[in-house]
């Protein structure tokens, strides 16, 4: 079992930066795939980004492409979700979650989850 809990949203205007955390306890992170997906009111909870286990590859949503960096440091068990250029469309909750392979698109396919963190984007 994992328990996951994301920080870091808030209310930031657009074009501003938020970094969102994802702290880990009960196993380490480094047994696991890690991804972030996002829900906004009314809409499907749709893939962000993922990293692998050790970080050497990532993987992103077309709609954060370039805008948006995930990255992990296992010593702290810890995952991270850079987003830089906000655009009032990424308003939403966002979610980490656990991946026990390569950490693909499908949150069916993720195994645990965090609560979420709110992030809105005013204009």
């Known amino acids: 079992q994992v328990q996951l809990v994301e920080s870091g949203g808030g209310l930031v205007q657009a074009g501003g930066s938020l970094r969102l955390s994802c702290a880990a306890s009960?196993?380490?992170?480094?047994?696991?795939?890690m991804g972030w997906f996002r829900q906004a009111p009314g809409k499907e909870r749709e893939f962000v980004a993922a990293i692998s286990r050790s970080g050497s590859d990532t993987r992103y949503a077309d709609s954060v492409k370039g805008r948006f960096t995930i990255s992990r440091d296992n010593a702290k068990n810890t995952v991270y979700l850079q987003m830089n250029s906000l655009k009032p469309e990424d308003t939403a909750l966002y979610y980490c979650?656990?991946?026990?392979?390569?950490?693909?698109?499908?949150?069916?396919?993720?195994?645990?989850w965090g609560q979420g963190t709110q992030v809105t984007v005013s204009l």
């Open positions: 009960g196993r380490t992170l480094s047994s696991y795939a």
């Open positions: 979650a656990v991946h026990p392979g390569v950490a693909g698109t499908l949150p069916s396919t993720y195994l645990y």
